[in-house]
């Protein structure tokens, strides 16, 4: 039913999308480069070379989006470099075997590179975390989380770390016919075409160093170990379908997971104006959740909608992200997660943020083992974060959030209450603001 849903969305958006593009869009201008000679003689716009819409994988987010890098040049190679990392403390209260605290280090760094061939762009793209060394243990304190395993169980109320190799993929784009292009992405650690930008990569979640409760609802695939993917589009719109390896990766952070290109998924999108950006999409994961006790892996089909509105004038800016993910297993049904967050840049230094979450959870990913019920719980987050002058080409910043965790009445013993606070604490570094 829910792929149903997803597929009359997508016609919908496409067709919007054919008659946006034969009406034009009065102040919508796409950055571009000198444009070649396509077929019969059509000019084909060549995008950018880091437009501001490229997120992770080959994710589109908002046109009006700040950038934040260091942009080099290197003989015929345009190189991108960007990250953000945090050196963190955080506590989670509730019930004595839910109680945790933590230091340690949230991060991500990530190169891109990029030259003309053949009529074409050619596009290298690498991430790394060092997180499998300054996360101990099965992941950092976030009650309410869930996904994956280690030490041989699932993990629960902790955030998994982020493997080692985030993205090892290669890109290549080119004209097709008038302003179509096509496109082909694909690598050994990569991101299909599933869900709306990872959060890493999300302007709404930039100053946030806490992962999502719901990441395994919309963006957990943004490491993927194998993916290959075609698209086309155009200047507003763009048609994306993957092969890839949707189980999630094991325990041992450091090496490539990689496993046959059996699972698949479609996304379209749609950016209306500069400042919005929406996307529908749809996959089945073959073998994604880790067993339950001793069965086998369990297959999911997920399905995703999300809107992203970015607003910019100089240094201050306001993102917001708004996501729905659903994901159908066979032990658990159909299970439902939402999102909102928020970020708001007044001045280009006070940073306020938010994340409201509602997430429906199997019994048996929250470690209730009496019954095979879905839980809806919760999760309200409020922050600050404060960037000082930039250095260098970076920019060092200090902050801290307030959470509470929301329970349904069932599992408020086991918490210690139905709204269970929690905190952290924070100093971070991040490329200062490029092309704004």
């Known amino acids: ?83 953000n990392a945090f050196a963190q403390f955080l506590y989670e ?137 075609g698209a086309v589009y155009g200047q507003r719109w763009k048609v994306e379908a993957s092969a890839f390896n949707g189980r999630e990766p094991d325990e041992r952070r450091w090496d490539l997971d990689l496993a046959a290109l059996d699972s698949y998924s479609g996304r379209v999108s749609f950016l209306p104006t500069p400042s919005l950006a929406l996307q529908v999409s749809a996959g089945h994961l073959t073998e994604n959740e880790a067993p339950h006790g001793v069965g086998p892996r369990q297959d999911v089909d997920r399905a995703t909608a999300s809107l992203t509105y970015h607003r910019t004038a100089g240094e201050r800016w306001w993102a917001t992200t708004m996501g729905w993910g659903v994901n159908d297993e066979p032990v658990s049904g159909a299970t439902h997660s939402g999102l909102l967050e928020t970020a708001l840049t007044p001045n280009g230094h006070d940073t306020f943020y938010g994340r409201l979450e509602v997430t429906a959870k199997p019994a048996h990913s929250l470690h209730v083992h009496e019954n095979n019920d879905n839980y809806t719980v919760g999760k309200l987050q409020a922050g600050y974060t404060r960037y000082f002058a930039t250095r260098g080409a970076l920019q060092p910043g200090v902050g801290g959030f307030f959470n509470l965790s929301l329970l349904p009445e069932f599992l408020g013993p086991r918490y210690g209450g139905r709204a269970v606070p929690g905190i952290g604490v924070y100093v971070t570094l991040r490329p200062a603001a490029h092309g704004m």
């Open 93 to 229: 209260g509730g019930e004595e075997h839910r109680t945790s605290h933590q230091a340690g280090s949230i991060n991500w760094f990530m190169a891109m590179a990029r030259r003309e061939v053949a009529g074409g762009r050619l596009g290298l793209r690498g991430m790394v975390s060092l997180e499998p060394w300054t996360i101990p243990g099965c992941g950092y304190p976030d009650l309410l989380a869930t996904g994956e395993v280690c030490d041989g169980d699932s993990i629960h109320d902790r955030q998994h770390p982020h493997d080692l190799f985030m993205e090892l993929a290669v890109e290549y784009d080119r004209p097709l016919t008038g302003g179509v292009r096509w496109q082909v992405y694909g690598g050994p650690a990569g991101e299909p075409a599933l869900g709306p930008a990872g959060f890493p990569h999300r302007l709404s979640a930039m100053p946030n160093p806490i992962a999502p409760i719901g990441h395994h609802w919309l963006d957990a695939t943004h490491i993927t170990f194998g993916v290959v993917t």
């Open 1 to 83: 039913m829910y792929l149903r849903c997803v597929i009359v969305l997508c016609v919908l958006i496409v067709n919007a999308a054919a008659a946006a593009a034969q009406t034009g869009h009065e102040g919508h201008v796409m950055p571009q480069a000198p444009a070649p000679q396509g077929h019969e003689g059509h000019q084909v716009p060549m995008p950018d070379v880091f437009a501001p819409r490229e997120a992770s994988g080959s994710a589109w987010v908002p046109d009006a989006t700040p950038m934040f890098g260091s942009h080099q040049q290197l003989g015929p190679w345009s190189l991108m470099l960007h990250g």
